[in-house]
Nanobody
Framework: QVQLVESGGGLVQAGGSLRLSCAAT????????MKWYRQAPGKQRELVAV???????NYADSVKGRFTASRDNDKNTVYLQMNSLKPEDTAVYYC???????????WGQGTQVTVSS
């Protein structure tokens, strides 16, 4: 079983920055595709970034150029550096670990990010 623990959320003014972290337990972290999602009140969960094992990170258009996702396989941790934050970035941010098998699909508890105007 894999546990994911997000941290780093909080309240920030528009234009500010936050760095989220997601620490994973268990082995074979480096083989898993890690993802960041977010869900704003009343909206569907949105994919923010995908970090494949050994591949290129992909971003949602809404965050390109502002957010940078990275992973440290030695620390079993993924990060989401969020710059130039906007009020519309306000959401609960979730970390997801997927693979290598199809039934390997794990979620963190989420961390709240609130951007004030």
């Amino acid at each position: 079983q894999v546990q994911l623990v997000e941290s780093g959320g909080g309240l920030v003014q528009a234009g500010g920055s936050l760095r989220l972290s997601c620490a994973a337990t268990g082995s074979i972290f480096k083989l898993r595709t890690m993802k960041w999602y977010r869900q704003a009140p009343g909206k569907q969960r949105e994919l923010v970034a995908v970090l494949p094992p050994g591949g290129t990170t992909n971003y949602a258009d809404s965050v390109k150029g502002r957010f940078t996702a990275s992973r440290d396989n030695d620390k079993n941790t993924v990060y989401l550096q969020m710059n130039s934050l906007k009020p519309e970035d306000t959401a609960v941010y979730y970390c997801n670990a997927f693979g290598p098998a199809l039934f390997n699909d794990y979620w963190g508890q989420g961390t709240q990010v609130t951007v004030s105007s």
